[in-house]
């Protein structure tokens, strides 16, 4: 996969496309308040955003293709699951980038993100600082898909 410094020099979103309007984020939090935020801080930078308030509903949505979502953004704690159980099913089932997000403070919660996947790790509140450069993880999964389909298809003649 390419390294992010590779991805910084890579032709963003904006340019050939329809910027981050043609990105879709699924937002994953049970507190209606912080999903609401979260949301209206990524439409504002032309995110295309789907919500949810259970890790249930999350995880369907991500194994329907008709969603296209292009990347996760989720709460650490969702009821109903254990702390990284959404994490692992996304990985396993869609192969989306998932960016966990947490009041907890936690070093080792966040290592543990990390090391099982999750692409990112945000510390609560969320600013929109953090938000922004969200595009260059579901670009960087959409060359690698692409990559992926081509040798597939050369493999096959």
């Known amino acids: 996969m390419m390294s992010f410094e590779e991805a910084e020099s890579s032709v963003p979103p904006s340019e050939g496309s329809n910027g981050h309007k043609d990105i879709c984020v699924l937002v994953v939090d049970c507190d209606q308040t912080c999903l609401q935020t979260i949301s209206r801080m990524l439409r504002a930078m032309t995110y295309q955003v789907k919500t949810v308030g259970r890790a249930a509903d999350a995880r369907a949505m991500t194994l329907d293709g008709e969603n296209q979502v292009d990347l996760v953004l989720t709460e650490l704690h969702m009821p109903g699951m254990d702390r990284l159980q959404l ?4 990985q396993r089932t869609s192969k989306l980038p998932v960016v966990i997000m947490s009041a907890d403070a936690d070093e080792d919660a966040m290592l543990r993100s990390l090391n099982k ?22 670009f960087l999964n959409r060359r690698e898909k692409q990559k992926n389909r081509q040798k597939n298809l050369r493999a096959e003649s």
């Open 87 to 90: 994490l692992d099913e996304i």
């Open 117 to 138: 996947g999750a692409i990112y790790y945000i510390d609560k509140p969320v600013e929109k600082g953090n938000l922004k450069n969200l595009w260059q993880y579901a």
